[in-house]
């Protein structure tokens, strides 16, 4: 596995659940570690806890990316590790009782802001001949239950695009890889109102440090592997296709 000391990293959605625990163990692993998320106080806080620089952006913004691609270049001159992980649930409901905005939204946080990043480095990591981009999916882009249509949608377009990404980028040298992941231990469930976990089901779905380990052993694989798509599960949930 490679040691990821003077990788330059960026994460985004890094303000709490999943993006702070791969914060962690990618500073961990010796990668200087960029995280990005609009609340700025509670960035500011993870970013004491994984030693990683703060940068408050929107990642459906254009001009924020392009603030925070000239950020990191200006500091280092690279980027080696994009994680995208920003998403939202939006409010889970079925399809004709959506708000026309929570549907732009979700799409646009889950889906566009990922394109986006990947845009810029693309671009970077191209000129290096190097580079790893991991964008964070869902369970819900294959499986279906009611309510879910919208994100499900989003979901499956960012592993479509990535899939894309993969071929497009591996003759430079660039990996992309998708990764999918089902209940986790974070604010999903608050945030897109609906019932949240036990704290028994809590304790053995996904947590934030297990995704973090996940995510920063695929950025160590050796410069020849690559893994295009990885799956991760509680064994906890029971999934019956639909």
Same mark, same amino acid.
Not at 38 to 53: C, D, I, M, P, Q
Not at 64 to 83: G, Q, T
């Given at each position: 596995m490679k040691d990821l000391s003077n990788k330059i990293a960026l994460v985004t959605g890094a303000s709490s659940g999943f993006g702070a625990?791969?914060?962690k163990h990618l500073s961990r692993a010796g990668a200087k570690v960029y995280i990005v998320a609009r609340n /700025?106080?509670?960035l500011e806080s993870v970013a004491k806890e994984t030693a990683a620089s703060p940068i408050v952006a929107n990642i459906t913004d254009p001009n924020d990316w392009d603030k925070v691609f000239e950020i990191i270049i200006k500091e280092n001159n690279h980027l080696d590790i994009l994680i995208n992980n920003a998403g939202s649930g939006g409010i889970i409901k079925p399809i004709n009782e959506q708000d026309d905005?929570?549907?732009?939204h979700t799409i646009q946080t889950n889906l566009?802001?990922?394109?986006?990043?990947?845009k810029r480095a693309a671009a970077v990591m191209k000129k290096q001949h190097s580079g790893t981009i991991v964008n964070i999916s869902s369970v819900c882009s294959f499986e279906a239950w009611p309510g879910w249509s919208v994100y499900?949608? /989003?979901?499956?377009?960012?592993?479509?695009?990535?899939?894309?990404?993969?071929?497009?980028?591996?003759?430079?040298?660039?990996?992309a890889t998708i990764l999918v992941p089902s209940w986790g231990a974070t604010n999903f469930n608050i945030n897109a109102n609906i019932e949240p976990f036990t704290t028994d089901v809590i304790s053995k779905i996904i947590q934030p440090d297990d995704i973090g380990q996940v995510v920063a052993n695929i950025c160590r694989l050796p410069d020849h592997l690559i893994i295009p798509e990885m799956i991760l599960l509680p064994m906890t949930?029971?999934?019956i296709p639909y």
């Amino acid at each position: 596995m490679k040691d990821l000391s003077n990788k330059i990293a960026l994460v985004t959605g890094a303000s709490s659940g999943f993006g702070a625990g791969i914060a962690k163990h990618l500073s961990r692993a010796g990668a200087k570690v960029y995280i990005v998320a609009r609340n /700025a106080g509670k960035l500011e806080s993870v970013a004491k806890e994984t030693a990683a620089s703060p940068i408050v952006a929107n990642i459906t913004d254009p001009n924020d990316w392009d603030k925070v691609f000239e950020i990191i270049i200006k500091e280092n001159n690279h980027l080696d590790i994009l994680i995208n992980n920003a998403g939202s649930g939006g409010i889970i409901k079925p399809i004709n009782e959506q708000d026309d905005t929570n549907i732009i939204h979700t799409i646009q946080t889950n889906l566009t802001g990922a394109i986006l990043g990947s845009k810029r480095a693309a671009a970077v990591m191209k000129k290096q001949h190097s580079g790893t981009i991991v964008n964070i999916s869902s369970v819900c882009s294959f499986e279906a239950w009611p309510g879910w249509s919208v994100y499900g949608a /989003a979901k499956a377009g960012l592993e479509q695009f990535t899939r894309h990404l993969y071929v497009e980028m591996r003759p430079y040298g660039i990996k992309a890889t998708i990764l999918v992941p089902s209940w986790g231990a974070t604010n999903f469930n608050i945030n897109a109102n609906i019932e949240p976990f036990t704290t028994d089901v809590i304790s053995k779905i996904i947590q934030p440090d297990d995704i973090g380990q996940v995510v920063a052993n695929i950025c160590r694989l050796p410069d020849h592997l690559i893994i295009p798509e990885m799956i991760l599960l509680p064994m906890t949930q029971e999934i019956i296709p639909y």
